[in-house]
């Protein structure tokens, strides 16, 4: 089936249920959230009784400025209440049912699951699914949806969309910028979008105590790998004693690739008892399987896993798999 087919149907099978159950992957980023907001705004505007959320709360800056943030809800697992034949159940932007809400895999009949996603790892859960790694964000997705479903752009739905699409593909700048996520964009831009207004609410740091976590971050930037691999580590202690969220690391991963003869980059933070990594690549390298073999998926060029390793641990498990799968021949004067 075509994708405009696809998406017409999903469209169709979206009109006819009345009660959208919007969730979102854990740790929320601007795809799943821009997106979300998008989704609830078209669902309300089309009469529907709508309501989302997700594993974790909605996390800053996207809580400040996207419309519905206040109505989403984190949930421990999902609300009995929900599993109603009238009911879709709406997943976006989560490539497998654990990371999203504690009950999805269980099934949620008589409710109907759509699953809308743009991760090449996806596993195909649910009763409806629309997946296109091709994409560069659900955001974008969804915009592809409400077009085939006639769903009118209120500013609000557009500047869910751009978020999505803007934080998803590095402002035009990653492997998945699209001819399609320009068009969407020029779009919303049309349609009254202020990018210079979004870029300072999407990327704007809260305090100068957050450059200092991101120097403490750059200053222990090390290249392993034959300097192929830039990584760089924050333990709990860094967090507390500059009273920054963690949120304050948002986009740090990506500043790591950046270093001249480096495709990978790979950002350890110390979460408790658990470390979680970020990984990012960029030209034709790939971290999702790396990401995939410590638990954890994503994107090709942006993946993340959680390890239940102590800081020390975690940082002698990824030199060694970096030593095993990245390592070249260090090149002298590169
Ligand atoms: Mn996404």
Known sequence: MSKASSLARLANTLALLPRWRILVHE???????????????????????????????????????????????????????????????IVID????????????????????????????????????????????????????????????????CIGVYTGIVTDCGHFTYANTTPNAHRVAARLLELGVKPQELDKRINSKGSVKELHLWGKAYSRVALIGGGRVAFTWLSDDDFQELGVSRYSTEGLANELVKVNGVDVGMLLTEEGDCVRVSFRARGKTSVRELAQRLGGGGHPQAAACRLHL??????????????RLYARPFAPGR
């Open 27 to 89: 740790k929320p980023d601007g795809d799943a959230l821009g997106g979300g907001s998008a989704l609830v705004c078209w669902g309300k505007a089309l009469g529907k009784d709508v309501s989302w959320g997700g594993p974790d709360p909605i996390s800053p800056p996207y809580d400040a400025f996207l419309s519905m943030s206040c109505e989403y809800r984190a949930y421990e697992e999902l609300p009995k209440e929900w599993l109603r034949d009238d009911t879709a159940i």
């Open 310 to 323: 102590s800081l020390s641990e975690a940082i002698d498990l990824i030199k060694e798999e970096v030593e």
């Open 94 to 157: 989560t490539s497998a049912p654990p990371r999203s809400v504690r009950g999805i895999e269980d099934g949620v009949s008589p409710a109907t699951l759509i699953n809308i996603d743009h991760h090449g790892d996806n596993t195909k859960f649910g009763d409806v699914v629309y997946v296109d790694d091709k994409a560069s964000a659900t955001s974008e997705i969804l915009w592809d949806l409400a077009e085939a479903g006639g769903w009118r752009p209120c500013i609000e739905a």
